[in-house]
């Protein structure tokens, strides 16, 4: 006696559960595929704003170190800070509560922040000014280049860019020491002109349009004496500060 054979497929129960199955499996996937995305985003972001922010920082804090090197070949000494406006360089200046501040400094030099030389093989007065421009761009203008030029973009993406001074109140004590950090709208107003300037305080808040994980609120940063609401649902921040003490002062006066 033969046995018959009976063939089956699957049920049509099992085939609803083997699909829904695979559409969990392909939507974990696709989660975990979209959250490595954002992942990489985020960190090429920080990496971004760590690198740039860096390098802007390291610019001027070295172009600040030599604020007010005398040449004695070149004439009169420059100002480390300056106070009144060159014929073509606006002076520094206090941007408030909500502003970017300008910061501009001078010394003898070769070249200006910009690169350019000087018009002759020695050295001359060099004049930088930093400034925050409309579209948040933090920018640096010599006054070497014939003509002068617009300036030239250090870094983009800047929310916030403030200065403070470091004073010295005490002066001919023989110790060099800041007591007291104030914007440049209070240099020549509320102290005398033999108080020197010592060092600077430098504040830098920088954006970065990679959108961040989740959802942020609105955020306080407070950048020297300025604070910043920023929006972090979109957009990544950091924070650069630092403080350069001046090598170039006169000793008399210490």
């Known amino acids: 006696?033969?046995?018959?054979?009976?063939?089956?497929?699957?049920?049509?129960?099992?085939?609803?559960?083997?699909?829904?199955?695979?559409?969990?499996?392909?939507?974990?996937?696709?989660?975990?595929?979209?959250?490595?995305?954002?992942?990489?985003?985020?960190?090429?972001?920080?990496?971004?704003?760590?690198?740039?922010?860096?390098?802007?920082?390291?610019?001027?804090?070295?172009?600040?170190?030599?604020?007010?090197?005398?040449?004695?070949?070149?004439?009169?000494?420059?100002?480390?800070?300056?106070?009144?406006?060159?014929p073509s360089i606006p002076a520094s200046s206090d941007g408030g509560n909500n502003g970017n501040d300008r910061m501009t400094i001078s010394y003898h030099g070769f070249r200006d922040c910009e690169g350019n030389p000087s018009a002759s093989t020695s050295r001359r007065e060099i004049i930088n000014t930093y400034w925050v421009d409309d579209d948040g761009q933090l920018k640096c203008r010599g006054n070497q280049a014939v003509p002068l030029t617009s300036g030239v973009t250090l870094l983009a993406g800047v929310e916030s860019f403030q200065v403070l001074y470091g004073m010295d109140t005490t002066p001919y004590d023989q110790i060099a020491f800041a007591s007291q950090y104030v914007p440049a709208d209070q240099l020549s107003t509320h102290f005398a002109s033999d108080h020197l300037v010592l060092s600077l305080k430098i504040g830098i808040l920088l954006k970065n349009s990679a959108p961040a994980i989740g959802s942020g609120p609105e955020k306080s940063f407070y950048v020297l004496d300025t604070s910043k609401e920023v929006d972090t649902s979109q957009s990544l921040f950091q924070q650069f500060s630092t403080t350069v003490t001046l090598r170039n002062y006169p000793w008399s006066q210490i």
């Open 1 to 86: 006696m033969k046995m018959s054979r009976y063939q089956a497929g699957f049920s049509l129960v099992e085939l609803m559960v083997a699909m829904a199955l695979g559409l969990l499996i392909t939507g974990a996937a696709l989660s975990l595929f979209s959250t490595n995305q954002r992942m990489f985003q985020l960190q090429q972001g920080e990496s971004e704003l760590q690198e740039q922010g860096y390098l802007a920082m390291r610019f001027i804090v070295e172009d600040v170190r030599i604020a007010g090197f005398h040449d004695l070949s070149v004439g009169a000494a420059p100002s480390p800070v300056i106070n009144a406006s060159s």
